[in-house]
């Protein structure tokens, strides 16, 4: 590989939105439920297939999370990416149905490297993480809906997770029946309304074209995520269906009795879902990259997110969703960024509770930042004892290329005081609703291990898991 020159950030693309992610993944184990029928069977985490860059770097290094983020580190540094703000996602499987011991020592392993160095618990490495170089913000882990209840989100808040991913797939019980997820809607609902409760940010995966499934019914079940108070997912990733070796829907497929959508059938439904994604909730991804190797039939077209950006463009269909509208992404398309920034609030209804969207955004709705509070649907019993008569700020981002903690970028968005903004807005909205609710006594940040030294400077303070200002 070429190196990079001196200050050439090599794939700058990958720190765009503000922090460096880095992907682990756990050992190959079999989902206890059984297996869906579009999920591929490898001797390889599962879901995964061998070809895939994270299987392969994980198993050279024998799945060991020390050494999985230690080689990633070492890659992020020399393609001058700044590694003192990481997001640590885990891959693979179900994560919190592996034994409870796993999970622990997994992510101690995580900590461990990002500390550079083994300690003697989880709760200390936790602790040097809060001060250390690299510093672990945000903590992803993907689970199914039922792998959400009361004890597996006590574990994860104990991990330091603060973002989760549900597979949710399609809102359809007699599809889930059919493609064995052994779950059922109810279950989306539970624990979407659990997790957004405990602070968690919520991702949904979704798959379009499932067997049973048609464009139309898509649409109308993709709409009711976004009007149907039971969902509202903050984050998505939209994976249409395709045919993997080793699949059940491989069998299907050969028998002629399921066929894939073909591309131009993918794309108009994408445009579709795209005009209707809110400006809430963030698209992560849409396509998932298997190796050609391993993909029968299906769509496979890698630029399929970005035809669908500029269809929209020429159409001139606003797109509203956060992905698109961050500031890194945006100086891709537009030449002149206009700085004059406002705060504006968004109110909605989401699980029973009352959900404000904080963004910065200058007059073309470009966002420089944004915040999450949630007022829990019952404030005064949470299945969380810190939470009780707490409000919870969910996500405090501010976007921009990754800089390094202290460094100073005039340009960008980060470290110029907006994070305070809105926090302050938030804060202020809380006082307020406090005057006529008196439930309110608190709030709370659902914070990355290494984000805690942040809310303390502004008066904040752990209280077990979360960050906690009386108001
Ligand atoms: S739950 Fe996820 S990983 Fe497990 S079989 Fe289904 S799709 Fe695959």
Do not use: W
Request: charged letters at 30%.
């Amino acid at each position: 590989m070429k190196l990079p020159q001196v200050n050439e950030v090599r794939k700058p693309s990958k720190t765009l939105a503000g922090v460096t992610p880095i992907a682990v993944m756990v050992e190959p184990r079999p989902c206890s439920h059984g297996v869906c029928r579009y999920c591929p069977v490898f001797n390889v985490p599962q879901s995964y297939t061998p070809l895939s860059p994270p299987v392969l770097r994980a198993e050279r290094l024998k799945y060991d999370p020390y050494e999985q983020i230690s080689s990633r580190l070492e890659a992020f540094k020399v393609m001058n990416h700044p590694t003192d703000k990481i997001e640590i996602i885990i891959l693979g499987g179900t994560f919190l149905s592996y034994p409870v011991d796993y999970q622990y020592s997994f992510i101690k392993g995580i900590y461990d490297a990002l500390n550079g160095f083994k300690s003697n618990s989880l709760e200390e490495a936790k602790k040097i993480n809060e001060t250390t170089e690299h510093r672990c913000v945000a903590l992803c882990i993907e689970t199914r809906p039922d792998f959400a209840n009361p004890d597996d989100i006590k574990r994860a808040l104990d991990f330091g997770c603060t973002r989760m991913e549900i597979g949710v797939q399609i809102l359809d019980d007699e599809i889930y029946k059919h493609i064995n997820r052994a779950h059922t809607v109810q279950d989306v609902i539970d624990s979407t309304h659990r997790l957004k409760d405990a602070g968690f940010k919520v991702g949904y995966h979704i798959m379009p074209g499932l067997p049973r499934s048609n464009p139309e019914k898509d649409l109308k079940l993709f709409k009711e995520l976004f009007t149907n108070d039971n969902y509202k997912p903050d984050q998505l990733k939209i994976y249409p269906t395709q045919i993997i070796k080793n699949t059940g829907l491989e069998k299907d497929f050969q028998r002629g009795k399921f066929m894939p959508y073909t591309l131009e059938q993918i794309h108009s439904l994408l445009i579709e879902m795209f005009k209707v994604i809110p400006e809430y909730c963030r698209t992560m991804r849409v396509m998932r990259q298997f190796a050609p190797d391993h993909i029968i039939a299906g769509t496979t077209r890698i630029s399929l997110r970005k035809d669908i950006i500029d269809d929209l463009k020429a159409m001139n269909i606003p797109v509203k969703e956060i992905r698109f509208r961050e500031i890194g992404f945006a100086k891709q398309y537009m030449k002149d960024i206009d700085q004059d920034i406002e705060i504006k609030t968004l109110e909605y209804n989401a699980s029973g509770g009352k959900e404000y969207f904080i963004q910065a955004v200058n007059k073309d709705n470009i966002l420089f930042g944004l915040l999450r509070l949630r007022i829990p649907s019952n404030i005064k019993s949470s299945f969380i004892e810190e939470l009780n008569n707490s409000a919870i700020i969910r996500e405090l981002h501010v976007y921009g290329q990754s800089i390094a903690l202290g460094e100073k970028n005039l340009e960008e968005g980060q470290h110029k005081g907006l994070g305070k903004q809105l926090m302050a807005r938030a804060e202020d909205i809380v006082k307020d609703l406090s005057k006529t609710n008196k439930d309110i006594k608190k709030i709370a940040v659902i914070s990355g291990i290494g984000v805690r030294e942040y809310y303390k400077k502004l008066g904040y303070s752990l209280d077990k898991d979360y960050m906690i200002k009386e108001i």
